[in-house]
Structure formats: structure tokens, C-alpha cells
């Protein structure tokens, strides 16, 4: 080579002569050099391996060779994907493409075919009909085409060939190819049925249905991928094709009504509905095509709902009436029909209004109860004024069920005719004054009025004479001198003493005055004449005892009353002066010009002798003796908390005192007839040997003295309060709950042993007032609404004194107030601050902390009872209901008896008006029944689940300010958020008002006016909804009677039947009622019995003292307490250590299963835990499929 290059050519294989040439000249020289001296010159040496280790010294010429490496065949073709896909439309013409398949040969396609590819089927799909192959390939460009006609997508929607690719040697490469029939709309739609039959609820009423709602889907089938279904019904197919419409959904056809579906029309009753409905899978406007369209016949028939009111044959009517009209005279008839159930659903009727002296009978014919007196009171605030027309709502109701029972009202409009039945009476001033010794005088002049309409002869004019009832002493001292022309010729009288009058021996006289009017009718009215005392009478000495009840502790200054001497004038204060005879006591003040006397808040328990003179000027009398007794005795806290208030009329308190002692408590005086009769209303003598009645306070109306002479004259009703409470021989106090519901069953009883009205106050537990008389009631603050507070008495507020001259009885002025603030949950810490219930024993722990070690069948820091068994007649009392809104209350109920009664608070003796309110909740056909009438109005609701199956059942209600809310088993998500089914918050409401979904297990209603059934009321938060008397269970202590049973009053609907089964878990605003020691109750048991039978009679065993029977009569189990399993509930469980850092975590591969009244609402998980220094952390976390809900219980030193 001339450029000093070699260039070998050579293939690429390893027997190529050249090659083998360089190998072995490499391989024989060991070739080496080393820099010579010259630039330019090279000093090479080689090792002759040939001859030994001879080393000589050459001269090297360099070149440089190039390897020309010379392709053969040597890779063979590769698809770049193993698989490939392709598609074609099904029903196409041969040679459709497929796909293009395309190989890569890593040779050089320059070097002659050793990279020219060709393809070819080496798996193909066959034909079976014909033995053909159906795809085929071009050699040259990989293109896969259809080699027959017609492939059909629903025989065989995929096919699977395998491709090869072949280069110019020889080799080859496989590959697969996935062909995809694509879809083409050559199947016809098939619906699922050639009839469709189906029953719906009639349209809600007369309104348009909601055409939203969907009465039936229709489905249908095409093996066609590429469908848009549309269907129709087919004008005038068949009978109410016009009804109705379809619509598509998915796919599915929707039927709806657009018109109403009314079960009362004969034809839609009768005949029902039959119609064709069609379907095409072409889109809408397809319906030329036959191939494409099925048909289908549909028949719908009704359902009956009550969604007809009653309707009355006339709305209205007015008559004219006589007012003596005879009780039992039929009035008007007001029938109504209910086209529901084919026009025979029972109708029941009942009379709102009509002063209560209407009533009705079950065909709908009004009638009089009793007499209307025109000139009676107009409304239920039993203000008079008399009106000559009376209105009354006759109310038809239905029984349909669901939703509830409907209604509808007639008006009926009495005009009254006036008889003259009312007699005249006297005008104000009734009450006229004279001075004590003044000579003979007029007094004043008597006029009158008359409530009857004068027009007809029933008014003036008026004749006025001295009735001859009146004692000789009246006659002796009064005459009365008639003159008609008095009062524009109505008549009147003047009142003339005779002479003078001695006020020692009449403080005042009742004169009666026979007044008449121009119809002859007459009464005698109370004329009172006052005579006003002078000092006429010299005193002499006397002796005083004054009882002192105070509250524990110091407190502040207490007034005694005042200092008493013998004198029969008792308006000589102003010539009296007071002072101590010797040296004044330390503890006690005397008011030196009236004679009051005040003792200091230091004053302790015991007996005080003080010694006082008393000097009258007039009659210059000086140093007369008068000594006073003061009696000191604390009420213990035990006593004022258990304290229950009665109120007592007419009465005031120095006459209910009068005569009375503590000493001699029962005996002598009104307070000794009432202590009494509070013993014998605990039962008789019996209870006389074990209790002690303890009158606590005494206070009235106003608080005036014995000689202090009124200044004006009053028409308050005198009104006396009076606290009771009732000690046990063998130490405590009877419960408060038990003591007035037995007072208030015996109230008529012990209110005419005394010739007096009395009722019981509220139960709550007391509190001194300084405001008197209280905001809320002229007596009691709020005295029909109790509270669980418990507030004790201040002991630094004033106390109220009832002076009787003799004695004085100081005691705490005691009164409620209405607190509606919500309390914080007590806290389970396990201490015995409370005493323990139910059998349970406290444990003192060395460090504090104490707790209470409960019996079987009871838990909690105090051993509570959380069922009671009743068999019928019994009934159980516990604390009452909140007094304020919002309100709720829970419980459980377990029986197989379709009616009795559940709860009931209010009058414990049948009231006479709608003054008192009532709440009850009953079993009736198996339903739970909700009835309230009270201030916040009338509410009766009927939820259409029964719970009379033998298992356990949870019964929710709620009662807001807006309305009220019952719900049965947790069925509704957020049933008492929003109370007010206005409320745009709240969830969608069917046309009939009730939850969609939860018709059937909830029922809810607004709070009423009375006056106004069409406007809604608002009850405050703060505004008292229910009475005080004790919450009744499983039935009541009285039965009520029922004069009228279609007067609409709520005591008319009430269920007599007690409760034959069980309550459990009666929960009040979260607060959990124990139910094994209430305070009182008759023919029941603590624990569920029914429950425990059950258990033993199906598993042959008990659930031992770790275990509660529950499940129901049906299905009864054992669930144990933490930390133990196993038959009978004995077996520990096995405890496992996790250390600082250390988890456990579990997942379940089964559904766990639920109690069949929880089934699929509720899951339940037991842990016991012992920590060691951890005061934070996780205890348990469970969580749903994709932790869509989560519940984490955590322990913390935080109190919330």
C-alpha cells in the first residue's frame, strides 16, 4: 500500500483466512519498544519465542489495517408487539382492513434479501359452513384483510390469528393479531315480558302526579352493543293509554302518570288500565321500521290510599237557640262521606269549641251536652262578657292509614235567645268603711247591673231590701233606704248605720242584700261594712311563742314578728311603745315604736326567753309585761330538697296557722287538718306510726300582718302556699315525686276535709326567692313546670312571717324558677357522691375516687336498673319532664299486646277543663301513638310501624320549639335536626308531608294555636310546655274518667290498658332514668322478666351474673359484659399487652351480624382496658370498606 495502509477483507466469521493470519502473529512476538535517541527513530526489540529467550534489537515500519466485517443472515424477524389488535365491522364485504402488521430484522437490508420480509397467515380462522379461511394477508405490506362476507359480532364478537414474517434466509417471527368485530344495529329489541302488570298508589288527591316518580321499569334485551332505545305508548291502545308516559333511563323504560290516577272514578277503580307500550332501538324518529320496534301490553290497577279528607254533605250551618235549651236536644246533623275504601272508610267525628257544652255521635248529629249560657265566659281565658252566638268546628276524621288519619270541619253558629236566668248584681263599691263609735250615718249607695238583655224585660228596673237571712246583729245595725230614681231610674239603695257600732265585738259585718229585677228574678249579694278601730280597750300582759325554721348556716337577720299584749283594739300602734324589760339580748333587736322584733344571722338552734314592757300613751298605761319565746330549729338540706309545695283556696295564712303548733301538728288549726290529711294520703294510720309530716314554709298571696289595716281592697282570691315534707321513722325523707302524686291523687279528698280547693305546686326542688310573688305564676314561679336542678336554699335571703298575735311561725319563702339552661352530662367517674342505687355498695378508695360496686342486672357510677317489667296493670312513676323546649326522650319497648299505654304525664285526676296539660304515648293495633294538649297546642300523631312483634323496638321523641317528632328504630337521618317541615333545610317531602322513605316509621306535626287551626305556633325555649306531675310508665295510678267521648279533648283518646311488657333505657335529654327503685310503682319489677324467659326457655340456661338476656322473645341471646364469653357469659376473655409503640389491627372477611331490631343499622364492640402512664391515645378505631365511615374512641385527661 502506498499511503502505508492495508485494508483486509473479511467476514463476519471466525474461520475467515485473514483473521486467522493476525491471530497467529499476534500470538507468536511478544512485541515491545523503547524510545530511541533520535527524534525520529524508533528502537524496537522482540522476543524470538520461537528459539528461546533470545532478545534482539529491529527496525519496525508502521501501517494500519481495516476489517471490513461482511453481513450474513444470521436474526431472524420480531414483531414489535407480540399481540396486536385489529377490527372490523361486522355484515361487511370481503377485503375490509383489519389491521397492518409490521416485523423489524436487525440484519442489513442492503445485503440482499437477508432483511426483505414477507408475511402470511400461519393460524387462521375457518369457516365452519364452508372450510374457508377468513382473514388474509398481503406478503409485502403486512395489511390483514376479511378474505369472506358477513362476520356476525353476536356469534362470534373476536377472532385470535397468528401472523409470521419470513426474510430472505429463511427465517422467521411470529406474532398474534386480536380482530374485534365491531357492533352494527342488525338485532331487533326484545322486551323482558310480552305483559306487564303492576298495582301503584293512586295519585295523591286531586292534584297533578308528580311525574318524577316512576310506577314501573320496563326492560328490554338487544344483543346489539349500539342501541339508543326509545319507547312510547301507542295512542289509543287500549283503555287510559292517555295516563300515562315512558321515558328512557339506561335503557329501561320509566312509566309515570301525567295524569291523576284517582281510585275513587269508578273506571280507574274497576277497570284499571290497559295499554301497549313500544320500543325501538333506532332513536326516536325509527319508528317506521318494524325490524327495529317490540310491543308489549302493560295492565295497571290502583291502590287505595287515604288521600280523601271526609267531606261534609253542607259546610256550614246556623240555628237560634233558647239558652235553657235541654241537655240532649239535637241541634243539627252534619254526616260526612269518605270516598276512600269504595265510599264505605269509617268516619268518626268530635266537637272543637262550643264552650264544651256540644257534642256529637257517630253519625255525625250535634247535639247539647249541656245548657249554653248566654252570658258565660267567651274564651278559655275565662274572661266574662257573655256573647249571644256561639261557634263550634264539627271535625270528621277518617281511620285511613297510611299516611295519617285525615280530617275536615263544619262550622256550625249558634245564635243564642236570652232568657232571663241571670239575676242582677251589684255594682262596685261593695265594700264600705265606718268608724268604730261614730253615730248613726250613710255609708254609701248601692247600685246594680244585670247580664241579660234589658230589652226584653230582664234587666232594670232593680229592687234593693235586706235579705232576711241577715242575723239580728246585721238587722239591728243596718238598714237600707230603696230609691228607683237612683242611677237614671235602674233603682238603687242607700246603707245607713243605726247607730254606733263596736269593732271588739264585729270587726266587720256581712250584710246580704236581696236585690231583684224587673222579671222577679233575685239573689242575695255580700255587702261588707269595715269598722274602723279606735283605741277603746286598756291591754294587758301576755305571753308569745315564735317558731323559727332557718336554713343551715349563719345567713342574714331574720324578722320575729311583733310583741303581743292582750288588747282587743288592734289599730293602736301609733299610741303603743316597746321596750326590753331588763337587759336587751344580745342577739335580738327591738323596734321600740313598733314593736318588731329581729333576730341576728347568728342566731343558733335552741330555745330564747325574752322579757319586754309595753306603755300606751291614751290610756297612760306603763311596764305592761310581755314575754316572747323564740324556738329555733334549722331545716336540714334533706328537708327543703324533698319539700313538695300545695296551694290552698281560700285561705290565707294567718287563718290556716291559726291554733296551730308543731308540738301539736295534726290537731289543732287548718295546718293540722292538712298535715293530717297528708298522712292519711300515705296511707292511713298505719303511716301515721312511721312518718313525720314536716311543714317546711308558709307564705301567701300578700304578706300582711295582724295589725296592719288595709288600705285598699283587694280581689285576689287569698291563695296560701304551704312545703311539706315527709321524714321516715327510721331516717330520710319520702321521695318528692312519690309525695305529690299521692297528694294530688287525694287533692279533692284532702281539700274538703278542710272546706277548701286545693292542688300540688311543682315538684321541683326549691329555692328561696326574694321577688314575691314570682314572674311566672301569682304563687309559684312557673309552678306547672318542673326541672332535674337541684338548688337548696339561700341563706341569706328574708324570710316570710305569719304573725297570729299568740304565735308566729318565721319560716324560708320557697319558690321555683324556670331554668332552662342545659347542664353538662354528669360524668361516669365512678365516685359515690350520690348514693348508690339498687342494692350497690360503696367502696372507698384510699386516694379518693370512690365508686360504687353495683349488684347483677345494674351498671354505671350508680347501680341503675335500665328496664321494669309490667303485666298489665301496673305503672311505675319517675321524675318529670323537662319544662322547657327543646326536649327529647328515648326508650325501648318489648311486648306482643297490641294496645296499652307507654307514658303519660298530666293531671293525676281527670281535669274538668284543657286548662292542664297532657302528653301520652300508646300502643294502639300495634302502633305507636303520640297525643299532647297544652299551651303549645294539640298534636296527635300515629306512626304506621307496629312494634307489637315480640322484639325489642326503639321509640325517638323529639319535641323543638316549632313542632314535635316521633320516630320508630332509627329509620330517618336527621329526623330532629330541623323540626319544622317548612323548612326548606329540611329533607323531600312527599305530597302528603311526609318524609319520602320514612312515612312508615316516622311521624311528625307542627305545634297549633288552639284558636287557629290554620296558623302555626312557636313555642320559646324558655316557655313552659308541660305540667309537673310525674312521668307515668307502663300505665297510670288513676284511671280516667270519660263523660264525653266525642268532646275532642286528648283525655277522651286516651288508653286505659297498662303496658304488658317491657320498657328499657328510658333516656331523658341524654340522661338515663333508672328503672329499678323509682320512686313509686305498682304490679311491676325491676329488670325485663319476659326477656329472661325467653333466654331460658331457648337456650336452656341464664345468662349467668356477666351477662343480659336481649334478642326479643323470638331471638334471645346473651351479651356479655367486657371481659368475658362463652356459654352463660363465664368465660374470661384472653388479654393482650401492647406495648408503647405497638398496634393490633384486624379485618373482618364476614359481615358481623346484628340483632334483628338492629339489623343493618347498628354494630357493637366491647373493650376493657388498664393503661400505665399513657393519658392520651387511641383505643379503637373501626372502619368501613374504603374507610367510608369511621369510629374512633380515644382516651383522654381532658374533660369536655
Known amino acids: 500500500m502506498t499511503d502505508g495502509s492495508d485494508v483486509i477483507m473479511a467476514d463476519d466469521n471466525s474461520e475467515d483466512p485473514a483473521l486467522r493470519m493476525l491471530n497467529e502473529i499476534s500470538h507468536c512476538y511478544d512485541l515491545s519498544y523503547a524510545q530511541g535517541i533520535g527524534e525520529n527513530q524508533d528502537e524496537r526489540w522482540y522476543d524470538d519465542t520461537r528459539g528461546g529467550a533470545t532478545r534482539q534489537k529491529v527496525h519496525v515500519a508502521e501501517t494500519v489495517v481495516t476489517v471490513l466485517v461482511k453481513d450474513i443472515n444470521d436474526n431472524a424477524p420480531v414483531f414489535p408487539n407480540a399481540t396486536m389488535f385489529g377490527k372490523v365491522r361486522e355484515n361487511g364485504e370481503p377485503g375490509l382492513p383489519v389491521a397492518v402488521v409490521g416485523a423489524w430484522d436487525a440484519d442489513d437490508a442492503t445485503e440482499g434479501t437477508n432483511a426483505r420480509l414477507t408475511y402470511a397467515i400461519e393460524k387462521n380462522v375457518i369457516q365452519e359452513e364452508t372450510g374457508e379461511a377468513i382473514f388474509t394477508v398481503e406478503p409485502l405490506t403486512g395489511e390483514v384483510t376479511t378474505a369472506l362476507c358477513c362476520l356476525d359480532r353476536e356469534t362470534t364478537p373476536e377472532y385470535s390469528i397468528q401472523v409470521v414474517a419470513s426474510d430472505g434466509g429463511g427465517l422467521k417471527g411470529t406474532g398474534t393479531v386480536v380482530v374485534v368485530v365491531t357492533d352494527v344495529n342488525d338485532n331487533s329489541p326484545r322486551l323482558a315480558r310480552q305483559l306487564w302488570q303492576a298495582e301503584v298508589n293512586e295519585t295523591w288527591g286531586l292534584r297533578p302526579p308528580n311525574a318524577n316518580q316512576t310506577l314501573m321499569e320496563i326492560s328490554v334485551?338487544?344483543?346489539?352493543?349500539s342501541n339508543l332505545f326509545f319507547y312510547r305508548i301507542v295512542e289509543g291502545s287500549g283503555l287510559g293509554w292517555d295516563h300515562f308516559g315512558v321515558r328512557a333511563e339506561g335503557g329501561v323504560g320509566q312509566l309515570f302518570a301525567r295524569k291523576t290516577l284517582d281510585y275513587e272514578n269508578d273506571a280507574h277503580r274497576d277497570q284499571g288500565f290497559r295499554f301497549l307500550v313500544q320500543v325501538t332501538d333506532q332513536g326516536e324518529g325509527s319508528w317506521?321500521?318494524?325490524?327495529?320496534?317490540?310491543?308489549?301490553?302493560?295492565?295497571?290497577t290502583l291502590r287505595d290510599l287515604n288521600d280523601n279528607p271526609p267531606q261534609f254533605s253542607r259546610p256550614q250551618a246556623h240555628i237560634t237557640l233558647r239558652e235553657d235549651m235541654a241537655p240532649g236536644t239535637i241541634l243539627a246533623s252534619f254526616p260526612a262521606l269518605d270516598f276512600d275504601m269504595g265510599g264505605h272508610q269509617p268516619v268518626s267525628y268530635h266537637v272543637e269549641g262550643g264552650r264544651g257544652a256540644?257534642?256529637?255521635?257517630?253519625?255525625?248529629?250535634?247535639?247539647l251536652l249541656r245548657q249554653l249560657d248566654r252570658e258565660a265566659a267567651t274564651d278559655d281565658s275565662g274572661r266574662g262578657g257573655g256573647a249571644s252566638v256561639v261557634a263550634a268546628l264539627v271535625v270528621a276524621v277518617d281511620s285511613g292509614l297510611p299516611p295519617a288519619p285525615l280530617s275536615a270541619t263544619a262550622t256550625l253558629s249558634i245564635t243564642l235567645e236570652d232568657v232571663n236566668d241571670c239575676p242582677p248584681r251589684l255594682l262596685p263599691p261593695t265594700t264600705l268603711r265606718v268608724r268604730e263609735g261614730a253615730p248613726a250615718a250613710t255609708l254609701g249607695t248601692l247600685t246594680a247591673t244585670d247580664d241579660d238583655v234589658w230589652a226584653h224585660g230582664h234587666g232594670p228596673p232593680f229592687n234593693f231590701s235586706l235579705a232576711p237571712s241577715n242575723p239580728a246583729h246585721v238587722k239591728a245595725a243596718v238598714r237600707l233606704i230603696f230609691d228607683q230614681r237612683?242611677?237614671?231610674?235602674?233603682?238603687?239603695a242607700e246603707v245607713q248605720t243605726l247607730g254606733k257600732l263596736d269593732r271588739e265585738e264585729h270587726r266587720q259585718l256581712k250584710v246580704g242584700v236581696l236585690l231583684s229585677d224587673a222579671g222577679g228574678l233575685s239573689a242575695v249579694h255580700a255587702l261588707t261594712i269595715i269598722i274602723d278601730d279606735i283605741n277603746d280597750n286598756p291591754m294587758r300582759p301576755a305571753a308569745k311563742t315564735v317558731y323559727l325554721w332557718k336554713t343551715q348556716g349563719l345567713g342574714s337577720e331574720a324578722p320575729l314578728g311583733r310583741v303581743y299584749v292582750d288588747d282587743p283594739d288592734d289599730w293602736d300602734g301609733r299610741d303603743k311603745e316597746y321596750a326590753w324589760a331588763g337587759h336587751p339580748h344580745p342577739l335580738f333587736t327591738l323596734h321600740p315604736s313598733t314593736g318588731h322584733i329581729v333576730a341576728s344571722g347568728q342566731l343558733r338552734e335552741g330555745r330564747y326567753d325574752l322579757h319586754f314592757s309595753v306603755s300606751d300613751r291614751k290610756w297612760a298605761q306603763r311596764g305592761v309585761g310581755a314575754n316572747v319565746t323564740v324556738l329555733v330549729r334549722f331545716l336540714t338540706p334533706e328537708a327543703l330538697a324533698h319539700a313538695t309545695p300545695l296551694l290552698l283556696t281560700p285561705v290565707t295564712p294567718m287563718q290556716l296557722t291559726k291554733g296551730w303548733t308543731p308540738t301539736e301538728g295534726n290537731i289543732r288549726g287548718g295546718l293540722g287538718r292538712l298535715t293530717a290529711g297528708v298522712i292519711r294520703a300515705l296511707g292511713g294510720q298505719e303511716a301515721a306510726d312511721i312518718h313525720d309530716v314536716e311543714v317546711v314554709s308558709v307564705y301567701g298571696r300578700d304578706s300582711e300582718g295582724p295589725r296592719i289595716p288595709p288600705t285598699y281592697e283587694s280581689s285576689l282570691t287569698p291563695t296560701t302556699c304551704v312545703w311539706v315534707s315527709v321524714r321516715k321513722e327510721g331516717g330520710g325523707y319520702v321521695d318528692p315525686i312519690k309525695l305529690a302524686g299521692l297528694l294530688e291523687l287525694h287533692a279533692d279528698e284532702l281539700g274538703s276535709s278542710m272546706n277548701l280547693t286545693m292542688r300540688v305546686g311543682d315538684l321541683r326542688p326549691p329555692i328561696e326567692s326574694q321577688d314575691f310573688p314570682p314572674r311566672h305564676d301569682p304563687l309559684l314561679t312557673a309552678h306547672d313546670h318542673p326541672s332535674s336542678a337541684t338548688s337548696l336554699a339561700s341563706t341569706t335571703l328574708p324570710l316570710q312571717v305569719v304573725d297570729t298575735n299568740a304565735t308566729a311561725l318565721v319560716t324560708p319563702r320557697l319558690t321555683q324558677s324556670l331554668d332552662c339552661r342545659p347542664r353538662p352530662h354528669a360524668h361516669d367517674d365512678g365516685s359515690c357522691t350520690h348514693s348508690c342505687l339498687n342494692g350497690g355498695r360503696c367502696v372507698r378508695q384510699p386516694f379518693g375516687n370512690d365508686r360504687c360496686i353495683c349488684p347483677g342486672g345494674s351498671f354505671g357510677s350508680r347501680c341503675k336498673i335500665p328496664a321494669r317489667t309490667f303485666k298489665g296493670k301496673g305503672w311505675a312513676w319517675v321524675a318529670p319532664l323537662p319544662p322547657c323546649l327543646p326536649a327529647s326522650l328515648s326508650f325501648k319497648v318489648l311486648t306482643n299486646r297490641p294496645r296499652g299505654l307507654l307514658l303519660y304525664s298530666g293531671p293525676l285526676v281527670t281535669p274538668t277543663t284543657s286548662s292542664r296539660s297532657l302528653l301520652a304515648l300508646q300502643l294502639e293495633g300495634g302502633r305507636p301513638r303520640l297525643l299532647y294538649e297544652g299551651r303549645a297546642g294539640k298534636v296527635d300523631l300515629l306512626v304506621n310501624t307496629r312494634v307489637d312483634d315480640g322484639a325489642w323496638h326503639s321509640i325517638y321523641a323529639h319535641f323543638g320549639t316549632k313542632g314535635v317528632v316521633v320516630m320508630v328504630d332509627l329509620c330517618g337521618r336527621g329526623w330532629k335536626d330541623h323540626d319544622d317541615p317548612d323548612d326548606p333545610r329540611s329533607s323531600e317531602r312527599n305530597d302528603h308531608g311526609s318524609k319520602e322513605g320514612h312515612e312508615h316509621c316516622l311521624a311528625r306535626a307542627l305545634w297549633r294555636n288552639p284558636k287557629d287551626r290554620t296558623r302555626k305556633a312557636e313555642t320559646p325555649s324558655s316557655s313552659p310546655w308541660l305540667g309537673v306531675a310525674p312521668l307515668q310508665i307502663g300505665g297510670m295510678a288513676h284511671t280516667p274518667s270519660r263523660p264525653n267521648m266525642n268532646d275532642g279533648r286528648s283525655v277522651s283518646k286516651l288508653v286505659t290498658e297498662g303496658l304488658d311488657?317491657?320498657?328499657?333505657?328510658?333516656?331523658?335529654?341524654?340522661?338515663?332514668?333508672?328503672?329499678?327503685?323509682?320512686?313509686?310503682?305498682?304490679?311491676?319489677?325491676?329488670g325485663c322478666r319476659p326477656q329472661e324467659e325467653a333466654c331460658m326457655g331457648v337456650l336452656r340456661e341464664s345468662c349467668g351474673l356477666r351477662g343480659t338476656c336481649t334478642g326479643g322473645l323470638k331471638s334471645p341471646r346473651c351479651?356479655?359484659?367486657?371481659?368475658?364469653?362463652?356459654?352463660?357469659c363465664s368465660t374470661p376473655t384472653v388479654p393482650a399487652l401492647l406495648g408503647a409503640s405497638s398496634y393490633m389491627k384486624v379485618a373482618l372477611s364476614f359481615t358481623p351480624t346484628a340483632p334483628p331490631e338492629e339489623a343493618g343499622r347498628a354494630v357493637g364492640v366491647q373493650l376493657r382496658l388498664r393503661t400505665r402512664g399513657a393519658r392520651d391515645g387511641l383505643l379503637i378505631q373501626l372502619s368501613s370498606h374504603h374507610r367510608r365511615a369511621t369510629f374512633s374512641l380515644h382516651v383522654s385527661h381532658r374533660r369536655s
Not at 237612683?486 to 238603687?492: H, L, P, V
Not at 351479651?1119 to 352463660?1128: F, P, R
Open 221 to 225: 334485551s338487544d344483543q346489539d352493543t
Open 288 to 300: 317506521d321500521d318494524p325490524a327495529h320496534i317490540d310491543s308489549a301490553w302493560v295492565v295497571i
Open 358 to 367: 256540644l257534642t256529637v255521635d257517630s253519625e255525625g248529629r250535634v247535639s
Open 486 to 492: 237612683i242611677d237614671s231610674g235602674r233603682g238603687g
Open 1061 to 1086: 311488657g317491657c320498657v328499657a333505657h328510658l333516656t331523658v335529654n341524654s340522661q338515663l332514668v333508672d328503672l329499678g327503685e323509682p320512686p313509686n310503682s305498682h304490679a311491676s319489677a325491676p
Open 1119 to 1128: 351479651d356479655c359484659e367486657s371481659g368475658w364469653t362463652g356459654d352463660g
